[in-house]
C-alpha cells in the first residue's frame, strides 16, 4: 500500500514479463492491434503496451494528492513519457509514452514520492474509487477518508485477497455534497445518517443490490469480509460481483460474510445532482468553497498539471482531489477569490464552466496513441463538440471510441460513435457494442449527422 515514507526497494525494477509488455513504438502503428479486451487493468509496476508507448497507471490513495506532488508528478511525465497524463473513469493518473528505456527510472521515482505499492499484485487489488471531498465536506454524515484508509489497509493486509480479479473494484461515497451514485462498481459503501454505511452490491446506486447496513467504524471489515465471501462462492468464469449474483441472491452472500441482511430495504435518501464545473461555496457560509475543473477529453498536458499545482498552492488549501467524472477538485478557495482563481485556470486550457462544449462528449485516446484505435477519437472529439453540445439533454451527449470496446463510456450515451477501419459506427441511444443505424461514416460525414439530429431536435 502507498505510503507517505516508502520502504526502500532494491534492486531497481526490471521491465515486466515480454508477455505483458510488448513494445510498442511511439508512432503510429501500420496497423492496430486487434481490439480485444484485455482483461486486467495496467499499474504502475504493471504497465501496459499502446500505441504511444507504455501506460503506467498511478493508484492514487484516497484520490488526494499535494500540490507539491502533483508537480512531481508532471516533471515525471515530461522526463520520462510524452508529457501527456489521462484521468482513468476510476480517478486514476496514467502517464503516457513511458519507454522500456525510462520505465526503471520512473518507477524508482514515484517510489521515492511514495506513489508505489510493495508489489503488482498488491496494487492490482487497490481498486477503490474514494469520495471527491472527503475530509473537506461539512455536510457529510461520515468520514470518508477514515473508511477508506481502512479499506486500503485491509486489502493489503489480506494476501487471500490477491486472488481478485483486475477488474474488481470498491467504492466509498462519504454521502455528502460530491454523490457518486452513477459510478459503478462491485462493493460500494454508501454514508447514512447516524453514522452507518449502507453496503449494495454489483452496480450504480440505482442498480446496485443494497446488501447490509454496518457502523461507519466497521465499514471496511464488511468490504473485505463481501469481498472474501465472493471469492470463496464464485465460479471460475464469475470475474465479477454481478456475475456471481445472477446464480446467488445476496442475502446469501451476505451471511456466508458473516454479516447481516438488510431485510426490507428502505428506499434511499434523495441526493443532490453532481456539482457542475466551476466554484461552489460551502453550505455553512464561511466565505470558502471548492473549486472543480474538468480534464479537456478526460486528458490533462504537463503545463495544464503545473498549472493546477499552481492553483491549488495559490488559492487553495494545497491539495487536489480527483474525481470519477475526469476533474479535480481543489478545496479551501476563498469565494472572493474564486473568479481569479476560474480565470487562470481557463488561460491554462482547462475546462473551468458547465457551458464549455468539450464536456459534452467522451473520448478514449483513439489512434495512434492507442495500439487497439482503428480511428482518431480524441482528435476527433475536439472537431465533434461544437456539435454535441447542441444536442437535447445535458452532461455527456457523445460517445467517441476509436475502437468496438468503448473503454471510455462502457454505458450508453445519446451518439455513440465506434471506430472502424472503414470509418465511424453510428449509434444511436446506445452503447459501443450495440448494433449501428449507420456504418463508414467519415469525420464529414459525422458532423453532417450530427447537424441534422440538432435540427432534428433529438438524437
Known amino acids: 500500500m502507498m505510503s507517505a515514507t516508502p520502504a526502500p526497494r532494491s534492486p531497481a525494477p526490471s521491465v515486466p514479463d515480454a508477455a ?16 480485444r479486451v484485455k482483461g486486467w487493468c495496467p499499474g504502475a509496476l504493471r504497465p501496459m503496451a499502446t500505441g504511444d508507448g507504455l501506460l503506467v ?3 492514487i490513495s484516497g484520490g488526494r494528492l499535494s500540490a507539491d506532488r502533483l508537480a512531481a508528478v508532471s ?11 489521462d484521468q482513468s473513469q476510476r480517478a486514476n493518473l496514467q502517464l503516457r509514452g513511458v519507454t522500456e528505456r525510462t520505465w526503471p527510472d520512473l518507477i524508482a521515482a514515484l517510489d521515492d514520492l511514495g506513489l508505489l505499492d510493495a508489489d503488482a499484485e498488491a496494487e492490482a487489488i487497490r481498486n477503490i474509487v474514494p469520495s471527491p471531498l472527503a475530509g473537506c465536506d461539512p455536510t457529510a454524515p ?3 477518508t477514515a473508511i477508506a484508509a481502512d479499506l486500503e489497509r485491509r486489502l493489503g493486509a489480506d494476501a487471500a485477497l490477491r486472488a481478485l480479479p483486475g477488474k474488481f473494484g470498491f467504492l466509498v461515497d462519504e454521502g455528502g455534497l460530491y454523490p457518486l451514485d452513477g459510478t459503478a462498481t462491485d462493493i460500494r459503501l454508501t454514508g447514512l445518517t447516524g453514522g452507518r454505511v449502507l453496503i449494495a452490491l454489483a452496480g450504480t446506486a440505482a442498480t446496485a443490490v443494497p446488501a447490509t447496513i454496518v457502523p461507519a467504524l466497521q465499514a471496511g471489515a464488511a468490504a473485505v469480509a463481501l469481498a472474501r465471501a465472493y471469492l470463496a462462492l464464485r465460479r471460475p468464469e464469475e470475474r465479477r460481483l454481478a456475475a456471481l449474483l445472477a446464480r446467488i441472491d445476496a442475502p446469501t452472500l451476505v451471511r456466508a460474510a458473516g454479516l447481516v441482511p438488510i431485510e426490507t430495504p428502505a428506499p434511499a435518501p434523495p441526493r443532490g445532482a453532481m456539482p457542475a464545473v466551476g466554484f461552489h461555496p460551502w453550505p455553512s457560509g464561511d466565505g470558502r468553497g471548492f473549486l472543480l475543473l474538468a480534464a479537456p477529453f478526460g486528458r490533462w498536458d504537463a503545463d495544464q498539471i503545473d498549472a ?3 492553483l491549488a498552492r495559490r488559492f487553495g488549501d494545497g491539495d487536489l482531489r480527483l474525481t470519477p467524472g475526469r476533474t479535480v477538485v481543489l478545496s479551501g478557495i476563498a469565494t472572493a477569490a474564486s473568479a481569479a482563481a476560474l480565470v487562470a485556470a481557463a488561460e491554462a486550457g482547462i475546462v473551468t464552466t458547465p457551458q464549455d462544449a468539450r464536456l459534452a462528449v467522451v473520448a478514449c485516446a483513439g489512434r495512434p496513441d492507442c495500439s487497439s484505435g482503428l480511428q482518431p477519437a480524441r482528435t476527433d472529439a475536439a472537431r465533434f463538440a461544437a456539435a454535441a ?10 460517445h467517441v471510441s476509436g475502437c468496438p470496446k468503448g473503454c471510455a463510456q462502457p454505458g450508453p450515451a445519446a451518439v455513440t460513435l465506434v471506430g472502424r477501419e472503414a470509418g465511424y459506427d453510428l449509434v444511436l441511444n446506445g452503447a459501443a457494442g450495440q448494433r449501428p443505424q449507420e456504418s463508414a461514416l467519415s469525420a464529414e460525414d459525422v458532423l453532417a449527422r450530427l447537424a441534422a439530429l440538432v435540427d432534428k431536435g433529438r438524437p
Open 389 to 398: 453540445v447542441r444536442l437535447p439533454g445535458s452532461g455527456v451527449r457523445l
Open 57 to 59: 497507471r498511478l493508484r
Open 142 to 144: 461520515v468520514d470518508g
Open 75 to 85: 516533471a515525471l511525465a515530461r522526463r520520462h513519457g510524452n508529457g501527456l497524463v
Open 20 to 35: 505483458d509488455l510488448t513494445p510498442a513504438d511511439p508512432a503510429m502503428p501500420s496497423r492496430p492491434l486487434p481490439h
Open 308 to 310: 493546477l499545482a499552481d
